[in-house]
């Protein structure tokens, strides 16, 4: 089952802070963040695989909530090059060892 | 870091062609392989799950004779339209994970735009 991602689009000034969330109906055992621009294949950007977990990259983090079946991407002081649309990839314990389903996407805008 | 190779990244066609769409991992084997496929505006949209040496596991709605998928190697599969339509127009993008992949990422090829005529 296809993970919710909120807020579906977000417009930002450079510089301004935005997040992104994503829950699943079903109990995970990771998360994964990708980024994908216009007409290009999603780039990886982390994975959380314990509950509580977070882990940054550069201004980028992100937090895994494991008892909410939820993850949060933080991305903060945003830049030009941050805009794109945002994906996570939920992996459920129902489905541990297969493949995992993308949310729907949160689109980012980030102007001048 | 990992890569994944994707090739054509075009192709135009007329309606009734075959096109073949190859995804290589170029530095890792890949026992998996997953090819998507994308609308303008929306998330992917998994087709196919491709293992090496055995049949591809399709997900429900996705016509197999009608997208052909082969893993003759830990580092290649192949995705063939078969006889494509217009309505087949659309992003194909494949991707592979590492052995033990549970904990790995996936790496995306850069995709394939299909249009057909």
């Known amino acids: 089952q296809q993970p919710v991602q909120s807020p579906q689009a977000v417009i930002l000034r450079e510089g301004e802070d935005a997040v992104i969330n994503c829950s699943s109906s079903k109990a995970l055992y990771s998360v994964h963040w990708y980024r994908q621009k216009h007409g290009e294949a999603p780039v990886f950007l982390m994975i959380l695989l314990k509950g509580g977990e977070q882990k940054g990259h550069e201004k980028i983090s992100a937090s895994f909530n494991e008892k909410k079946q939820q993850s949060s991407l933080y991305l903060t002081a945003s830049q030009l090059s941050y805009s794109g649309t945002y994906f996570c990839g939920t992996e459920s314990w129902e489905n541990y060892g297969q493949n995992f389903v993308f949310g729907p996407g949160t689109r980012l805008s980030v102007l001048p | 870091g990992a890569v994944v190779s994707q090739h054509p990244s075009w192709v135009i066609c007329k309606s009734g062609t075959s096109v073949k769409i190859e995804c290589r991992s170029l530095?890792?084997?890949?026992?998996?392989m997953f090819w998507y496929r994308q609308f303008p505006k929306q998330s992917l949209m998994l087709m196919a799950t491709s293992n090496e040496g055995s049949k591809a596991t399709y997900e429900q709605g996705v016509e197999k004779d009608k997208f052909l998928i082969n893993h003759a190697s830990l580092t290649l599969s192949t995705l063939t339209v078969t006889s494509a339509h217009p309505e087949d127009s659309s992003f194909y993008i494949c991707?592979?994970?590492?052995?033990?992949?549970?904990?790995?990422?996936?790496?995306f090829g850069d995709g394939t735009r299909l249009s057909i005529l």
């Open positions: 991707s592979a994970r590492e052995r033990g992949f549970s904990n790995q990422p996936q790496h």
């Open positions: 530095d890792f084997q890949a026992t998996t």
